[in-house]
């Protein structure tokens, strides 16, 4: 049921974000008729049915951006503020990582991490999301023309939603026949949202835990510019990369020093809350499309089945690891991102992604107040040796292959190849593929920059548990949809045993 009026006091779980880890935690943990859960969302909730939902968080073709924490922002910044979160904003676009990431998880969280273990849970996210290749027919002349030059270029091809090896495929779709089909379609169904024991609390800001003696003893929530404290015996922290953090510092939860600056009281000197901050950057090759691709990509658009993107390359640079990649390369044609083009033209290119970046940034607080935005800085490109910049050189030089190979449907729109710009050019072009993780990173509990275990209860905080991409130490070397839709499949587990 959803519930906006009155709001009980008490529960078995509360979980606190409603994005797509939010949505399968609700679902999962509420299968247990006798466990009372309630899921808080701060923004809308606009029902079980998509008729009823704004077309524009329906339409696959497009990445909405009215249901945001921040309107005309900085393009880090950009998070949702819906129920089912990024799954209803993003590309809906699922791709799994390689054996060396599941490595670098189990060392820090244990064999339940490994690829193995969680190989049935991204078996369960497929399944319950509805997850499909892309259909031939949403493949426009630019796409299938980047899958023939990814062959001839000597790439294999791939399945892109499991784990395998570097190569070209298409990526799997949580959406049919233009549909976006989000996390909250999928995990919070009509069946699901009519057992008794569930309540979906949205348009509720989280403000902060009441911690005292190590121990969390509520959480206090606005709604309708009202405080309410909800009561739990567990509470689970679902707010996502840049949320979950901003949550914990407003609580007493996270670097001593910062929270003294902040006027806000210890309750728990975590110095790793906020730190570790790791998105993907890239950097676009812009190419000038001849008059035959713009007809031909006019012609797709009048039949409604225009797609700016639908394959990729996974690229291995020379700091990669043996049988794992570290780069994505995305050919992209249709409507630009960013402002408009005369009607019949469109834009075209490659990205070159970084889906493996040393440098890490961090999330801060501006203030205690749960509706301001805090302070991110993602720190792309910054890491002291300078890995980061010689991997998307490497990345921007194979991207310019794929492109000289398309060259017949698009020509080179700068003098100058991309991969040869000075440093701080490239850094004045780099965008985000929006994958940021850990800025509540797993580890043990004697490494001082870890915040939670491998069932992700907060170090030293009783009751507290966190579920998101916040946690994964490493960003994976995949879009993160579809990982974090498996790990909060397991970690709803472990908090169901």
């Known amino acids: 049921m959803t519930n906006h ?34 899921l808080v969302e ?11 939902w704004p077309q524009k968080l329906l339409n696959a073709r497009a990445l909405p951006r009215d249901d945001v924490w921040e309107r005309h922002t900085a393009f880090y910044r950009i998070r949702a503020r819906v129920l089912g979160g990024s799954s ?15 490595d670098e998880w189990t060392h820090a969280g244990g064999r339940r991490w490994s690829a193995a273990a ?9 399944d319950r999301m509805g997850l499909r290749t892309v259909p031939d027919r949403e493949l426009s002349a630019w796409a299938l023309a980047a899958l023939a030059a990814a062959g001839e270029l000597g790439y294999a091809e791939v399945d892109m939603g499991a784990p395998g090896r ?35 609390l949205a348009g509720a800001v989280v403000d902060r835990l009441v911690v005292r003696a190590g121990r969390v003893h509520g959480v206090h929530v606005v709604v309708d510019g009202q405080q309410v404290t909800l009561a739990a015996d567990t509470y689970v922290l679902a707010s996502g990369t840049f949320g979950s953090p901003a949550v914990l510092l407003r609580s007493g939860i996270g670097p001593a020093a910062h929270l ?39 012609a797709k658009e009048r039949a409604g089945e225009l797609y700016v993107s639908r394959m990729l390359v996974r690229a291995a640079s020379e700091h990669c690891p043996d049988g794992a990649w570290d780069l994505h390369l995305l050919p992209t044609a ?31 607080l501006r203030s205690a107040d749960p509706l301001e935005p805090p302070q991110i800085d993602p720190a792309f490109l910054t890491d002291p040796d300078g890995r980061d910049l010689a991997v998307l050189r490497s990345g921007l030089e194979k991207a310019q292959q794929l492109a000289t190979v398309m060259k017949p449907l698009a020509a080179p729109a700068d003098a100058a190849p991309v991969h040869a710009l000075a440093d701080a050019d490239l850094r004045d072009r780099v965008g985000t593929y929006w994958h940021p993780v850990g800025t509540c990173a797993m580890g043990p509990a004697d490494d001082r920059q870890s915040v939670v275990d491998g069932e992700g209860a907060v170090h030293g905080v009783a009751g507290l ?13 995949a879009n993160t949809q579809l990982p974090v839709l498996a790990v909060a499949e397991m970690l709803a587990d472990t908090l169901r045993a």
């Open 118 to 126: 969680l190989e049935p849970y991204r078996l369960r996210a497929v």
């Open 166 to 200: 570097p190569g070209y495929g298409r990526p799997l779709l949580n959406t049919a026949d233009g549909l976006r089909w989000n996390a909250a379609f999928a995990y919070l169904d009509p069946a699901t949202r009519s057992r008794p024991n569930l309540t979906v």
């Open 88 to 102: 209803c904003i993003n590309g809906a676009w699922n791709t799994w990582g390689s054996h060396a990431d599941h």
């Open 260 to 298: 003294k600056e902040t006027g806000i009281r210890c309750e728990a000197d975590l110095p790793g809350v906020g730190a570790n901050l790791s998105d993907q950057p890239g950097v676009f090759i812009p190419l000038s499309p001849t008059d035959g691709l713009n007809a031909a990509l006019a």
């Open 334 to 364: 249709g409507p630009p991102l960013f402002g408009k083009l005369a009607p019949g033209t469109y834009e075209a290119g490659v990205s070159a992604f970084l889906m493996k970046p040393v440098s890490r940034g961090h999330v801060r």
């Open 42 to 52: 701060a923004g809308p909730d606009y029902g079980p049915r998509p008729q009823e």
């Open 5 to 38: 009026s009155s709001t009980p006091s008490g529960y078995d779980v509360v979980v606190l974000g409603g994005g797509v880890a939010g949505c399968v935690l609700a679902a999962r943990l509420s299968e247990d008729p006798g466990r009372s859960v309630c």
């Open 465 to 477: 548990r966190i579920a998101d991409a916040s946690v994964l130490p490493t960003v994976p070397a």
